[in-house]
Structures are given as structure tokens and as C-alpha cells.
């Protein structure tokens, strides 16, 4: 996927000020046309875990009833029975899994959903939505495709980087690449199609795992217990791409990326990623230094995962960080909400590796104003990402 110059702005619909679709979605969609924005980049869509990651969902299909501004919305029988032909792969797993109501929720939510695409589509804005490598164990897809996973012995992580010492321990269940190359891919290519049907472009979240992957004994006590096991390579990308058509991704190649990773991107053709608050320190090779900045690449002021603008450069102005991402050689600019309205790390979204008080972070009503509309557009504009 070849990217053309443009910049976007990432807040996920949780915290818009309602916390779900409704009038402050289509306000937002309102701000960022006004910005001059291309792009709405958003966190997954589905039912969220207890602890609301929206990375930790039961179903990697469905759309999250909390996302509803109207959860009681009549939905004719009619109606739903059209949708469970439209989605009869998935759907009926999810409605076992769900329960009574379940078909219904998902009927209203492509209502919702597909509406404000639509509207956001009539206004110049694109959507980039998000997609978690694994699913959650006792997932809707782990329990009804159990012969695609490995058994309990070993769960998924991250190994040791500079970001996180000890690893990640995840205990996700892991992918069994041979089953899943058995029947074609098929789960991941339905997987992508929704993906397709719900937004325009989707960030593959770990792409280092198709490269190869960490794998940590089931009651490890941390991620440092784990080692490599090679991943499936391009070929659930060949097989989505032979299905579906191009493929419009964003590789997640953050973290411990070895040669293979980026040999993998550059062979499929898709953007990765760079992270401006790494820009300035590290190695001179450092992909993330403006210098190394590639043109088919997405720049980030910060992410979900880390301390915004603010709360790494405490001493410098957030306006003027923001309008140095824009001036990368990088396609794509993305600039969460956070660092739009220079707030620190009490606005972050998540801690990786605390369970609780993430994904909590809200926008006011009214806080991204007409003067940061106006003052993104003219950086946008000189930077030709208009």
C-alpha cells in the first residue's frame, strides 16, 4: 500500500466526550475537516475486557454494544436475519457465545457504524481502525476455531526491549500456523474482510509476530521465560491479498524488530511505523530519528501504549514537536488528541503492563477548539499535507 501525503488524528470513541457514537462523533468528524485532517484513526471496535482494553476483546468480528449511542434501537427480525446472511461466518459463533440480543446489538451497530463512515467519507475523512495480532483465551474465536491455536502449554508475549525490561507476558492463546495454513487461512481472511467492510486502512498491532514470535511456558512467571518460534511469514497476507485485493496496512513494527521483520514489511509493501518521542536518542540508525524517516512510513507524535508529547518533553512546546512530525518525509502524519491540546501523561491512554486505570482518558465538550482546527490546517498546509 503506497500512502500519500496527509496527516490524521487518533482518538478512539471512548473518549469522545460521550464515549460512544452519537452527536460528538460526528463533531469530531466536523473538527477534523475543519483541520484539514485525511484521516480518523481509531483503537479495535470490539467488546472490551473487564478492565476496558479494547486489545482484549471476545470476538475479533463484532463491534462493541458500548460504542452505541442508541443500544435500544427497534431491529425487525427481518433485518437481523439479513445480517446473519451477510455475516454467516461469524456470527452465528458470536451469538452462541453472546447470547439473546446479541444478532440485534450487531444490527445496530453497523447502522451506527456504517453512517457515520459514510459521513465521514462525505467530509474527506478516512477511517484507520486497528487489529490485534491475538485473541483473548475464552474468546468467542478461540473457543469456536480451538484447532487453530496451540494448546495451553505455551501463551503469547513480548521479549525483553527498552521500553519493558522483564518483557510482556500477554497468556494469550498462540496461533498453530500449520492448522491455520491447513485450511487456507480462512479465519484470517474473513478476519480482514471485516476489517475492510468497517474501516478504510487497518494497523496490524505486532506485525513482528509474523516474522517469529515470543512463546512463554503456560505459569511463567514473566516474558523472560519465553523464546523464538518462527512465524507463518507472508503467507496469510498472500492468501488475504489473493481473496480480497490489496491489502491496506500498516505494519505495528515497534519493539524488538530484527532484520526479518522489516524484510517482511518491505516484501509485502506495507508502511511501518516511527515514533517521534524516540526520535532524539538511541542509535544514529535509529528508525525513528527524522533523518532515517522513510516516505512509505506513518509518523507518530506518541501512541496509545506511550507517555504523550508533553509528558516526555516537560520543557518544550507540544505545538512545536507536533508541527516537526509533520514536516517527516513520511506519507502519513498521525497526532493523537493528546498531543493536539499539549496534555501530559495524566491524558495517556494506556501503561503497558498495568492492568487497571487505562483506557479511561475523555475529551471535554468543546476542547478541541476552532483555534486547533485553524492552526493544524496551516501547519498541514505548509507542510503539503493538505
Keep these: 500500500m503506497r500512502l500519500t501525503r496527509s496527516f490524521g488524528v487518533a482518538l478512539h470513541p471512548t473518549s469522545l466526550p460521550e464515549g460512544r457514537l452519537g452527536p460528538g462523533a460526528y463533531a469530531f468528524v466536523d473538527w477534523l475537516a ?3 485532517a485525511r484521516w480518523w484513526q481509531l483503537l479495535p471496535l470490539g467488546p472490551p475486557d473487564d478492565h476496558r482494553s479494547p486489545y482484549s476483546s471476545a470476538s475479533a468480528f463484532a463491534g462493541s454494544r458500548g460504542l452505541l449511542a442508541e443500544p435500544e434501537a427497534p431491529v425487525p427480525a427481518a433485518e437481523a436475519d439479513e445480517l446473519r446472511r451477510r455475516h454467516a ?17 450487531q444490527v445496530r451497530f453497523e447502522r451506527e457504524w456504517g453512517a457515520l463512515r459514510a459521513y465521514a467519507a462525505g467530509n474527506g475523512v478516512g477511517l484507520i481502525g486497528d487489529v490485534p495480532i491475538y485473541v483473548g483465551r475464552g474468546s468467542c474465536d478461540h473457543l ?21 525490561p522483564a518483557g510482556q507476558l500477554w497468556g ?5 500456523w500449520d492448522a491455520c495454513a491447513a485450511e487456507g487461512f480462512r479465519w484470517w481472511i474473513e478476519r480482514l474482510r471485516r476489517l475492510r467492510q468497517l474501516v478504510d486502512v487497518f494497523r496490524i498491532d505486532h506485525f513482528r509476530g509474523f516474522a517469529g514470535y515470543w512463546a512463554v511456558p503456560a505459569g511463567a512467571a514473566s516474558a523472560l521465560e519465553g523464546a523464538w518460534r518462527p512465524g ?3 503467507a496469510p497476507f498472500d492468501a488475504a491479498a489473493a481473496a480480497l485485493g490489496e491489502l ?23 508502511p511501518g511505523m516511527a515514533v517521534l518521542i524516540w526520535a532524539f536518542a538511541g542509535s544514529p540508525a535509529s528508525p ?12 507518530y507524535t506518541s501512541t496509545h501504549d506511550t507517555q504523550t508529547l508533553a509528558g516526555a518533553f516537560p520543557g518544550d512546546d507540544p505545538a512545536d514537536l507536533v508541527e516537526l512530525a509533520l514536516t517527516s518525509r513520511a506519507a502519513l502524519a498521525i497526532v493523537p488528541a ?18 487497571t486505570g487505562n483506557w479511561a482518558w475523555r475529551l471535554e465538550p468543546g476542547q478541541l477548539t476552532e483555534a486547533h482546527a485553524v492552526w493544524l490546517r496551516a501547519a498541514a498546509s505548509e507542510t503539503r499535507r493538505l
Excluded at 151 to 162: F, M, N
Excluded at 172 to 176: A, E, H, M, T
Design 89 to 105: 461466518y461469524w456470527l452465528s459463533d458470536w451469538e452462541a457465545f453472546a447470547g439473546a440480543g446479541a444478532v440485534e446489538d
Design 144 to 164: 469456536a476455531h480451538p484447532d487453530l491455536f496451540q494448546p495451553d502449554g505455551v501463551v503469547a508475549g513480548a521479549p525483553p526491549d527498552d521500553l519493558n
Design 172 to 176: 494469550n492463546p498462540l496461533y498453530d
Design 34 to 36: 475543519a483541520a484539514g
Design 232 to 234: 507463518p511469514g507472508r
Design 338 to 355: 493528546q498531543d493536539v491540546l499539549g496534555l501530559g501523561d495524566e491524558a495517556r491512554m494506556n501503561r503497558p503492563g498495568e492492568i
Design 288 to 299: 525513528h530519528r527524522l533523518e532515517n524517516h522513510r516516505v512509505n512510513q506513518v509518523v
Design 248 to 270: 491496506p496496512v500498516i505494519a505495528e513494527d515497534l519493539g524488538l524488530i530484527t532484520p526479518d521483520v522489516d524484510q517482511l514489511r518491505d516484501a509485502l509493501g506495507f
